[in-house]
């Protein structure tokens, strides 16, 4: 009797079907958790999540078994294929995340309910819902998207994968934030896996305070997932100024800002290792959030925005702190502070927090190389001979590693200012444009003119959602990962020109 030949397929497909397959799955077991939690609350519109969260998660375990039918996992993979991979899963995972919200009614516009889905696991939490009377089902999958995209899906894949190798090392610096691809551990999954612990012991910290400050466990446990994803979807259409709570406040604070910080750092700081460079660079965020702070203060004490030195102190530093670290709670209308104050808070978004974050925005590190790197170029005006070497933190960079900063800011510029402009030809003022650009690419949420703190995108046309959805990925993939895509378009064949 001859055997049944088992399929096989290439290495290159058996990454793509492996990590594309997982995002699914986790999609799916996301689905059926949000479902779950909101059985025990109102129980409304459960079936539809329940239903495709159990559909998507089959689906997505077919993927990953059809990669397992190739032997040898650890094949290299071209670093095309692995930015392929990635994109394509976090594109398929907001498709599949978009579904039962169409079904349940949340949006009757496959593009609206696309975008809140992207929205979610970028973490950006710019959202499109103006009436929040919706079934509990829907605030938990919006929360529980954000706090998948926090950790990365595809990280989350690669913890719990069944196979690993050098194809999958790709796909996980593809999506992780660094200036250098940093391995905690040998093994890839390892390394994912301290990722995700550290992640998990958060969310469980946050959990606990939120719940001690007052609110309830739904309020805190939604609050909890975008916030240590530093999302910043909420249950309140005022956000956290809704609870109108100094508890509630300080504790969104501190939890936004340990979220902004590397999360290798604390592995590194819980096995007391060597925490350079990472610890200049929290030193420097720590700086700037306490600098923007004060500045921030005084500028709306002088322009008599907000009454008080307190109440000044506290909503500068949490407007401060939401938008550095991509997060977008919310407690004032910053929208309405003096134009210093406003623009100050739209250059932090740029900023953002620590590389390895869950954050947006150039990161710290970067933009101390970027300063760093300026300051050289002035010396070597005065000092041609000059042997200079880049050092930030105690930490000696490599000139790969300078050009490489050089070249994602120059990418970054360029995005933002073809997004402005495509955002702009939508047919929204300036202000709304330049903001609505930073505020995705950045993955922030709330921006500045019909998108400000208490606004909606709602204000925003729908080919303007369409540009902001794509930001939104661009951003959240680090800008080399969706743009080498393009890479095959500019290239032009030898003898053409």
Known sequence: MSRVATPRIGPTAAVISLVVGGAVAVTGAGMLLSAFLAELGDGAHVLPFAVGGLLSL???????????????????????????????????????????????????????????????????????????????????????????????????????????????????????????????????????????????????????????????????????????????????????????????????????????????????????????????????????????????????????????????????????????TGTGFVTADFDLWNTFSRILLLSLMFVGACAGSASGGLKVIRVSMLLKSSQQEIERQLRPNAVQVLRVGGRTFSEDARRAVLGFFLLYVIVYALGSVAMGATGVDPITAISGAATTLNIVGPGLGEIGATDSFGAIPEGGRVVGTLLMLIGRLEIFTVVALFAPLFRIRRGMI
Request: no cysteine.
């Open 58 to 324: 089959l689906a997505g375990l077919g993927g990953v078994a059809l990669a397992r039918t190739r032997r040898r996992a650890s094949t290299a993979l071209n670093p095309y294929s692995g930015f392929a991979a990635v994109t394509l899963a976090w594109v398929v995972a907001a498709g599949v995340g978009s579904a039962p919200l169409l079904i349940t009614g949340t949006f009757d516009n496959p593009i609206n309910a696309y975008f809140e889905a992207m929205s979610g696991f970028t973490t950006t939490g710019a959202t499109l819902i103006e009436n929040y009377n919706q079934p509990d089902v829907v605030f938990l999958w919006r929360s529980i998207m954000q706090w998948l995209g926090g950790i990365g899906i595809v990280v989350l894949v690669v913890a719990i994968a069944p196979v690993s190798g050098t194809g999958f090392q790709r796909v996980f610096y593809a999506e992780t934030s660094g200036v250098t691809s940093e391995r905690l551990t040998p093994r890839i999954i390892d390394t994912a896996k301290i990722l995700a612990g550290v992640y998990l012991a958060l969310t469980l910290a946050a959990f606990l305070i939120f719940d001690a400050t007052g609110m309830n466990a739904f309020e805190a446990l939604n609050h909890t997932m975008t916030t240590i994803s530093t999302g910043g979807f909420s249950t309140e259409p005022a956000s956290i100024a809704a609870f109108d709570s100094v508890g509630v406040e300080i504790a969104a604070i501190v939890f936004m800002i340990l979220a902004g910080i590397n999360f290798a750092f604390y592995w590194r700081a819980i096995k007391g290792r060597d925490l350079m460079p990472q610890l200049s660079e929290v030193r420097l965020y720590l700086s700037i959030l306490a600098m923007a702070t004060t500045a921030v203060t005084i500028s709306v004490l002088i322009a008599g925005d907000i009454e008080g030195i307190g109440e000044s102190i506290r909503e500068s530093a949490f407007a401060v702190v939401s938008l550095t």
